[in-house]
């Protein structure tokens, strides 16, 4: 079975995101003197059809009585008007076709959702193209595992009361939610209040059990050293917040499905990026590190987005750059986050100036601050931070070596006067407040190595 010759003019649609495939068809037995007929069985929106398999045909398609059988499990299912016009093999007249629907097929362990056509009548004749038979065409084979699917189970009361109170502003916001239809996939809501302001909630969704079954890209994030190296110079700084971060990208169509949740609504789905997915923060950076690929004195972390000049007049050429191209680009800002125009900025841990790179001032307190340790796991925390800093901190190796001892395994656990020494000499160097210079490849460059036995 085939289209008609006009089928160029329908445009075929981008799949961005395919994580399933299912089981090639199994050939039935048949008579010696018949015919072989490949069919498949198959489960559509939890209707059990058995389809007769046509590698050669270009669409899906289902007869009435087998749209009426499915349509009895799933009654909010409808039709949507088709205007493709499908002809049987030789024939010159079209099929008297009904409309079309998206829906779930599944076969054993594998299932992809696709687009069927309803055609009149119940010849019985039902026909899988090869778009789903064919794993190599269209979708990306992840073995035979199947997700498991976890209990539903409902926020606190009293998160789940101002859940429930924002609602609208939760859910339709930027239009990243849509009510969802039956699917395997279905996860639990996870909802917290946000830390600046617990009055508001954060909305995400538990993909532990669907995380696994994601194909991912790997790509890198950069490290906040990175972005350093080309801010020698650099006198003026501006910090830019996108809204909401990873919602500013749609998501495929055919993704949609996967992030499908409980709500006290019922099912929702979300229409783009989500928090919970375990490839959204690289898809993420990917996609807004493309966004402002050459671009000068722009450098991004995720949502965060800094730019820098050696001069004012440089600065707003950057910045007044970045603008536009994310004004292209339909990127929204957090303006209350966003600052402008400024000769000292903190940016993921550090605080930039023309001077240079300066530790944290709350890191520094922090650490000030901290009470002598009591055990292990204290220290260690103490040790953690301290490394953070360890740019700012002269010989921290050396200093730190006997605190490190007692974290060695085996090593009992016994405080003396030579690490309550240590201990405070650590606090002692990184309340120097040191600032480090932006690498500057035209200087000249002198190399020390640590030699120290520790």
């Not at 089981?23 to 015919?35: D, M, S």
């Not at 350093?228 to 993704?255: I, R, Y």
């Not at 060695?408 to 160097?429: A, I, L, P």
Request: with cysteine; hydrophobic share 35%.
């Amino acid at each position: 079975m085939c289209r008609s010759r006009q089928r160029n003019n329908i445009p075929e649609k981008r799949r961005t995101f395919k994580p399933f495939v299912v089981t090639p068809p199994v050939e039935n037995e048949v008579p010696p003197n018949a015919r072989a007929v490949k069919t498949i069985p198959v489960i559509i929106e939890r209707t059990h059809v058995k389809m007769i398999v046509d590698t050669g045909a270009t669409t899906n398609i289902l007869d009435s009585k087998a749209y009426n059988d499915i349509k009895k499990k799933n009654p909010s299912l409808h039709l949507k008007p088709s205007t493709h016009k499908i002809y049987a093999y030789m024939q010159s007249k079209p099929l008297p076709v009904l409309g079309k629907f998206e829906g779930l097929i599944e076969s054993k362990h594998r299932m992809a959702v696709t687009t069927f056509h309803v055609v009149n009548g119940d010849g019985g004749s039902l026909l899988l193209s090869r778009s789903y038979t064919d794993p190599r065409e269209d979708h990306k084979q992840f073995g035979n595992e199947n997700p498991e699917i976890p209990k539903n189970h409902q926020p606190d009361s009293p998160i789940m009361s101002k859940l429930k109170k924002e609602y609208p502003s939760v859910f339709n916001g930027i239009g990243k939610l849509k009510e969802g239809t039956p699917t395997p996939f279905v996860s639990n809501l996870v909802v917290a209040p946000k830390p600046n302001n617990p009055a508001e909630v954060r909305v995400c969704i538990d993909m532990r059990h669907m995380n696994p079954m994601i194909e991912r890209k790997r790509h890198v994030i950069p490290n906040i050293g990175e972005l350093f190296e080309d801010m020698a110079g650099a006198t003026m700084f501006s910090k830019v917040d996108l809204t909401a971060e990873f919602h500013q990208l749609p998501l495929d169509e055919e993704s949609r499905s996967l992030t499908t949740f409980h709500t006290h609504k019922g099912l929702m789905r979300y229409k783009r990026l989500c928090f919970g997915v375990n490839s959204a923060p690289e898809q993420f950076q990917y996609a807004i590190q493309q966004t402002l690929q050459g671009l000068e004195g722009v450098r991004n972390i995720a949502d965060d987005i800094i730019v820098w000049g050696k001069s004012q007049k440089e600065h707003d050429t950057h910045l007044e750059a970045l603008m536009k191209r994310l004004s292209e680009n339909n990127l929204t800002l957090n303006v209350s986050k966003c600052k402008f125009n400024v000769d000292s900025i903190w940016f993921y841990g550090c605080t930039l100036s023309k001077y240079g790179i300066s530790a944290d001032k709350t890191k520094i307190a922090a650490l000030v601050n901290m009470k002598e340790p009591e055990d292990v796991s204290q220290l260690r925390s103490f040790l953690g931070l301290a490394t953070y800093c360890e740019r700012f901190i002269n010989n921290l190796a050396t200093i730190a070596a006997p605190l490190r001892e007692l974290t060695n395994k085996g090593v009992v656990w016994k405080w003396t006067g030579r690490h309550q020494q240590g201990f405070n000499k650590v606090k002692e160097e990184i309340a120097k407040d040191c600032t480090t210079a932006f690498y500057d490849p035209s200087k000249r460059t002198r190399v020390t190595v640590d030699a120290s036995p520790v």
